[in-house]
């Protein structure tokens, strides 16, 4: 099968070799994204073949990404692929979050069960896989938490030297802990993310480094078997909406991507509705399609200088996917929602509270969702898919201080802990401990 990079720019559509190593279009400097020729199968069968594939113990199969290879096969062969059992994530009913959010029932697609709690896994294998095709030896990645962790993880387990740019000061420890243990090298800069992957596209090209950023159009193929894989848990019925917090905007770019080729394989018979929430001191691409919709469709998109969250991982005021975002968005006739700090901090304590946890950038979905239905953008009866895209713990300071009421946010507010759930200092003393407890 004939793979192929394409710019993605419908003014160009130039094409490049699979094997280049390219970011951005030579040409137009548009984004690139991987194309394939015919697939060869037919929906039946390839859906026969995946839950076949699931009783198979070998390391591709076990992977929730590679499983679904037919629908990215960028590679040659796959001796180059790094898996760490990625995906397999799981679809949690939530009816607590539900009610909190307005709707009948919602369902979470979790990715923070992957091996390094974050939905980058899904992208970093099959970036990390191009990689060593290429016969790359080092790797780098900006990033704000999530992106460091799971490259460090990849490219220590396929041989490759990681290289991580971190914004001095902005990142989760819970994050920076893992990238530090799977051996990567550290630097953390005095400038905010898109400063910061500006210099690291100098070095990369200087040095000889791939780049395994989403603007990385491997990444954005790996990222395709979230919803892949969510399509195949769901029996292939597309629910009416599926929501995504949105920072660099890889995933939105990716499920979009993913969803047009299964409906043109025959896989699924629909587009679901896309819905993208950004943090309200972190929203670049709310305000552009706000703009585009009160000018009538021309308006320039403008990046924020100095984006602020404490949901660091879409902390982005620049982000490098916002054409394909836009594309895929207007393409399912979907939206682009904002959320502030107390709504976003509330919405994660739901979810908690839910048994399930999540990453404070995730609960941006829930927040979101609670004022679509609101505004009667999402009907209450709608079948809902929110993703979670971390773990639980991957910023636990953030929920310390939320639930014993030290949370502030990055303008100094204090975040109200709405639904705290603070621990209860009591003396060695059964009595009164039973008082307390009755």
Known sequence: MQAHLVCFESTCRAQYDVRDVLYNCPKC????EAAYGPIGADAASLKKLWRERRMD??????????????????????????????????????????????????????Q???PTGSFKDNGMTAGAAQAR??????????????????????????????LIFIPNGNISYGKLAQALEYGAKTFQVDAN??????????????????????????????????????????????????VLPGGNLGNVSAFGKGLREMLALGLIDKLPRLAVIQAA?????????????????SAPFVAQGHPETLATAIKIGDPVSWPKAQFEIETTRGVVEKADEQEIADAKAV?????????????????????????????RDAD???VLTGNVLKDPDYIYRYHTGQLTGPDGAAIRANFGNAPVVVPNDADRITALIS
């Open 29 to 32: 400097g548009g984004l690139l």
């Open 57 to 110: 113990n070998a390391p591709l199969e076990q992977s929730g990404v590679w499983r679904y290879r037919e629908l990215f096969p960028f590679l040659e062969d796959t001796k180059h692929v790094v898996t760490l059992r990625e995906g397999n994530t799981p679809l949690l009913p939530a009816p607590r979050a539900a009610a909190y959010g307005g709707l009948k029932a919602i369902t979470f697609k979790h």
């Open 112 to 114: 923070g069960f992957n």
């Open 133 to 162: 095709l290429l016969g790359m030896k080092r790797v780098a990645c900006v990033s704000t938490g999530n992106t460091s962790a799971s490259m460090a993880a990849y490219a220590s387990a396929g041989g490759l030297e990681p």
């Open 193 to 242: 993310f898109d400063q910061i992957l500006a210099l690291v596209r100098v070095l990369a090209e200087r040095l000889g480094i791939y780049l395994l950023n989403s603007i990385n159009p491997f990444r954005i193929e790996g990222q395709k078997s979230i919803v892949i894989e969510m399509m195949d848990q769901r029996d292939w019925k597309v629910p009416d909406w599926i």
């Open 281 to 297: 001191g972190s929203s670049p691409f709310y305000e552009y399609m706000a703009s585009l919709s009160a000018s009538g469709g």
């Open 351 to 379: 979810i908690g509270a839910s048994g399930i946890g999540c990453e404070p950038a995730s609960a941006a979905t829930l927040a979101g969702i609670k004022k679509l239905v609101a505004a009667g953008v999402i009907d």
């Open 384 to 386: 809902v898919v929110a």
